[in-house]
């Protein structure tokens, strides 16, 4: 009477989850009840969406230890809800140590980085194995268990933690590298922007530093002609002595007027603007005599 009564139980509420509305459909697909026949009284089993997830240690090619986190989800179909609960037994316990024989095969043929980089190929590895596995061993009902490529996931890949501090200071160090060379490429331009504004200011002193000799010259040119043809009896260098002389003074009066010049000791007579002129001749000629 209670084997009835439990039985009655159990297709109730399944009848009552599928008749209910269509919101109930897939609740009774996602949560399959299996009743142990040996127990009257017992209440039906869970059989749930489950997940087998599983952890390992494992050494790289290049030596070293990460740990590597995976999860595989799985499914009984509603057809063999019954098979999967009374013949197989800790599933999660066989489907883990598949799972540790693809990883322990799989991460000491790559080094570290290709461990990141090659996590979906180790994940698409486990999901093969576990394929291979369920046809060979359990052909007779294969379809109990629904997998795809996307339920076998490798969730974390985590390094020992001096590696991991390792690589964030080898990390550091690049971007240290970039960064300075970065600056340096950056103080190289400013320098020679700034040797180039130089040299183009440079060159336009020179221009008018020569201009103005040039213009100064002119002057004095100009000034000998005029006073030697208003006054004939003068020569030309009666004529540079008397613009020199003014110069002179001129000059004087500018040292005297400033506050910021520093001590100047020159000639004071009058007579040293001829020795002045003499010495500018005399030069002048030897110029002339070691060009010739």
């Not at 964030?168 to 950056?186: F, G, Y």
């Not at 530093?209 to 030309?236: C, E, K, Y």
């Not at 020795?275 to 060009?291: F, K, P």
Request: net charge negative; charged share 25%; with cysteine.
């Amino acid at each position: 009477m209670g084997d009835f009564i439990a039985r009655l139980l159990v297709n109730m509420i399944l009848m009552d989850c599928l008749a209910d509305h269509d919101g109930y459909t897939s609740l009774a697909r996602l949560s399959l009840y299996a009743l142990d026949h040996g127990q009257a009284d017992s209440w039906p089993s869970l059989l749930t969406f489950a997940a087998a997830g599983c952890s390992m240690r494992n050494e790289t090619k290049d030596n070293v230890f990460v740990t590597v986190v995976a999860s595989i989800q799985y499914q009984a179909l509603v057809d063999k809800a019954a098979y999967a609960f009374y013949k197989l037994r800790n599933t999660r316990a066989q489907i883990q140590s598949y799972v540790f024989d693809v990883i322990r095969a799989s991460v000491p043929k790559l080094e570290l980085d290709s461990v990141f980089e090659q996590k979906n190929e180790i994940a698409k590895a486990v999901e093969e194995e576990l394929e291979k596995v369920f046809i060979s061993l359990f052909a007779s009902h294969v379809s109990i268990w629904v997998r795809d490529s996307s339920d076998s996931l490798i969730v974390d890949i985590e390094p020992d933690e001096h590696v991991k501090r390792a690589m964030n200071e080898i990390n550091a160090a690049a971007r240290l590298r970039v960064a300075t060379n970065e600056k340096a490429e950056a103080e190289k331009i400013l320098q020679i922007k700034r040797a180039g504004g130089d040299a183009v200011s440079k060159y336009l002193a020179g221009l008018g530093i020569a201009r103005q000799r040039q213009a100064i010259v002119d002057g004095l040119r100009d000034s000998v002609m005029a006073f030697s043809d208003n006054v004939p009896v003068t020569t030309s260098k009666d004529v540079i002595d008397m613009v020199l002389a003014t110069q002179y003074f001129d000059t004087m009066k500018d040292i005297g007027a400033s506050s910021k010049s520093n001590s100047v000791f020159i000639p004071y007579g009058p007579g040293a603007v001829r020795d002045i002129a003499a010495q500018i001749r005399n030069g002048l000629l030897q110029a002339n005599i070691t060009q010739e």
